[in-house]
């Protein structure tokens, strides 16, 4: 079945650092949409990506589809206490599941003040 | 316009008891999804609705757990005989179609004591 690999599981960053979180499937995707959630708060959504090697970005946020489509990266640039939460990637693939959409396992960051 | 709706926030039951989690999607989103997320842990997809089409049911984790959803929005997932097991946070949500972005609920967190 598919398999959706998120790394790291964990991430701690002192404020002002750099943070990214991984995404990688073992087939290649239709498109790739990313998440946050605050503690305590629900999965919000924040994009998506279709297009082989896209890049989009969102204020200190930037966000990479493959060129293979079978990864994507989730980079904040000068992390900010504001970042804190767990960021979700949630997979389409090309064919298969009529659910369509399989979530990562998360990457939970904590950013240091 | 109103976001998912989810009721109740919080429920704390006996070991034993059956519960009813109620689900009021977005209006016109045609897929709705259950989802359960143990403290710290990722979501783990139960049952999805797409339209007037059969259930995808794969995520149920035993027989105890059952969801409907009547006219085409409003969903209940109903677990009986609950076990200690069960306590978690029980997500919703729904998305204008299959593999589109997924609007959340803010969940039902679920106590089973």
């Known amino acids: 079945g598919q398999q959706v690999m998120q790394i790291p599981q964990y991430q701690h960053v002192q404020e002002g650092e750099d943070f990214t979180t991984y995404c990688n499937s073992s087939?290649?995707?239709?498109?790739i949409q990313w998440y946050k959630q605050r503690p305590g708060g629900h999965p919000v959504f924040l994009i998506q990506?279709?297009?082989?090697?896209e890049v989009k970005k969102q204020k200190r946020l930037t966000f990479q589809f493959g060129e293979a489509k079978k990864n994507s990266s989730l980079h904040i640039t000068a992390t900010q206490t504001t970042d804190v939460g767990t960021y979700f990637c949630?997979?389409?693939?090309?064919?298969?599941?009529?659910?369509?959409?399989?979530f990562g396992s998360g990457t939970q960051l904590t950013v240091l003040p | 316009g109103a976001g998912v709706s989810q009721s109740p926030s919080n429920k704390v039951t006996e070991k034993g008891k059956d519960v009813e989690l109620r689900c009021d999607p977005i209006?016109?989103?045609?897929?709705l999804y259950w989802y359960r997320q143990s403290l710290g842990q990722g979501l783990e997809f139960l049952i999805y609705?797409?339209?007037?089409?059969?259930?995808?049911k794969s995520g149920l984790p035993s027989d105890r757990f059952s969801a409907e959803r009547t006219g085409g929005s409003v969903s209940t997932l109903t677990i009986q005989r609950t076990q200690q097991e069960d306590s978690a946070v029980y997500l919703c949500?729904?998305?204008?179609?299959?593999?589109?972005?997924?609007?959340f609920g803010p969940g039902t967190r679920l106590t089973v004591t």
């Open positions: 990506l279709v297009k082989s090697g």
């Open positions: 087939t290649t995707l239709s498109n």
């Open positions: 949500a729904s998305s204008l179609g299959a593999g589109n972005e997924q609007y």
């Open positions: 949630a997979e389409k693939i090309s064919s298969g599941s009529a659910r369509q959409l399989t």
């Open positions: 209006s016109g989103h045609t897929a």
């Open positions: 609705f797409q339209g007037n089409s059969a259930p995808d």
